[in-house]
């Protein structure tokens, strides 16, 4: 989730005065009274949000993460945290993690305060976060990244009370300011009595780009907050680092089920073979059949270095050529047999994952632009010890899986000894069987 980095700071704002009578408040001031009610929302009260960041543009958009953030009691001030396979339980003298995929361990930061959290992980652009470990009063800066700060230093100049549309709509209010020389816009609600919430947040995603960056919150159920709320290390083991936190041990053999094997997308967002063979197409003569059951997903899983990701770049075309061949005897009614598509996964060491800069998130965080569905990414925290639990010593392993979440077959094939036909060619004869594999030469 992490972004460009942002422009210059500006000068730090002294500790706020007494607040001057409502009817001879100016608009800044004016402002500056919900920004200081709203903040005190989130940092001593309940509260259960889901929020979405997006970048967006001259009509693009692009989603770069999810998190839940959660109080559940007015009188505790610990939160939880859910950020991509990660749970924290958060508090201003202990933070603890684990791993959803994984209910053996847990870990428990050293450190103090909030320090724990601002020095362990790469900065979270979250208002709601920022106005909890950094109230408004606070002297200097937050000191945990440059998007953080600029959150932190917002000076508000306006509020622009909104006409609800329909009787019974909360109120809602726009505030308007500035930060780093940059405009900054919030726009609040206000069921009934209840207090201030953030409904959206916009702000420049960089000083050079022409990005905004969008979080929007939306509360969660009661049933969603008792399942998201929930946090235990009871029966789990302390680990002492947090990239230690990672999926358990998997084995893969052909006709096992496909352990979750931790992949995300390039925005954070789990990503499930079983969800996806129903509806996923890499192009339109690869399109879903009237039943997927024998549709199938093939994975192409490679360590993160140059040699590797060209090794599985090589493998991804020769199987891409093998698939649009099939497609093309599907579509002229040579074939009925099963589609299926293409996903090459980026195997990362957990130290890039929580990399302290955050330089390998920015970088998940804008993948190189493409029409292929294929070429796009998948990632997994699993690093080379996930490798060699499934494939000993290799660095680019194929897994075949049904819609069933089935595994066909496992392989670490060496395409430096093959050509891409031949390689296409000895694939298919595995995917479609040696007779119906010929149907590749009748083009």
């Keep these: 989730m992490c972004l460009s980095l ?29 920004a200081t009610e709203l ?57 603890n993690a684990l791993h959803r995929s994984n209910d053996a361990i847990y870990w ?40 953080t700060d600029f959150i932190a230093q917002v000076r508000w100049e306006s509020a622009e009370p909104l006409v609800p549309e329909r009787a019974g709509e909360p109120r809602r209010v726009k505030l308007s300011g500035r930060s780093g020389g940059h405009a900054v816009h919030a726009l609040i609600r206000r069921e009934g009595d209840a207090r201030w919430r953030l409904e959206e947040w916009r702000m420049p995603a960089s000083s050079q780009a022409d990005w905004t960056l969008k979080v929007a919150a939306t509360p969660l159920s009661p049933l969603e907050t008792t399942a998201a709320g929930s946090f235990s290390t009871a029966g789990r083991t302390a680990v002492h680092s947090l990239s230690h936190l990672r999926p358990p041990s998997v084995a893969l053999m052909p006709g096992a089920p496909l352990p979750d094997l931790a992949l995300v997308t ?23 059949l009237s039943t997927h059951t024998d549709t199938f997903a093939l994975l192409i899983l490679a360590v993160n270095t140059p040699e590797s990701q060209a090794a599985a770049e090589e493998l991804r075309q020769a199987f891409g050529d093998a698939r649009d061949r099939l497609d093309r005897a599907r579509r002229q009614g040579r074939t009925t047999l099963p589609r299926y598509f293409i996903r090459c996964a980026v195997v990362l060491e957990p130290s890039e994952c929580f990399d302290r800069s955050g330089a390998r998130l ?20 699993g690093g080379r010890r996930l490798l060699d639990l499934l494939a000993p010593k290799a660095s680019v392993i194929v897994v075949g899986v049904d819609a069933g979440s089935v595994v066909r077959f496992l392989a670490a094939p060496d395409p430096s000894s093959h050509g891409a036909g031949v390689l296409a060619r000895e694939w298919a004869g595995l995917i479609l069987g040696p007779a119906d594999a010929s149907l590749l030469d009748q083009e």
């Design 108 to 147: 428990r930061s050293n450190a103090q305060g909030w320090t724990a959290l601002t020095a362990t992980i790469p900065e979270v652009p979250l208002p709601q976060l920022v106005w909890i470990i950094h109230p408004p009063d606070s002297q200097g800066p937050l000191r945990w990244g440059p998007r």
């Design 39 to 95: 903040a005190a929302t989130y940092a001593d009260g309940p509260f259960a949000e889901r929020i979405s960041l997006t970048l967006e543009r001259s009509g693009e958009r692009r989603s770069i993460g999810t998190a839940s953030l959660i109080r559940t009691a007015e009188t505790d001030p610990a939160m939880i945290l859910h950020l991509g396979p990660l749970t924290f339980l958060l508090s201003p003298g202990e933070i």
């Design 6 to 34: 942002l422009g210059p700071h500006a000068v730090w704002a002294s500790a706020p005065t007494q607040p001057a009578p409502e009817s001879q408040r100016t608009p800044a001031e004016t402002a500056a009274a919900y």
């Design 266 to 288: 390039s925005s954070m967002q789990g990503w499930d073979p079983a969800q996806a063979i129903p509806t996923t197409t890499d192009g339109p003569l690869n399109a879903p």
């Design 362 to 381: 920015r970088e998940l965080a804008h993948p190189l632009p493409t029409t292929d569905p294929s070429a796009v990414p998948l990632y997994t925290c």
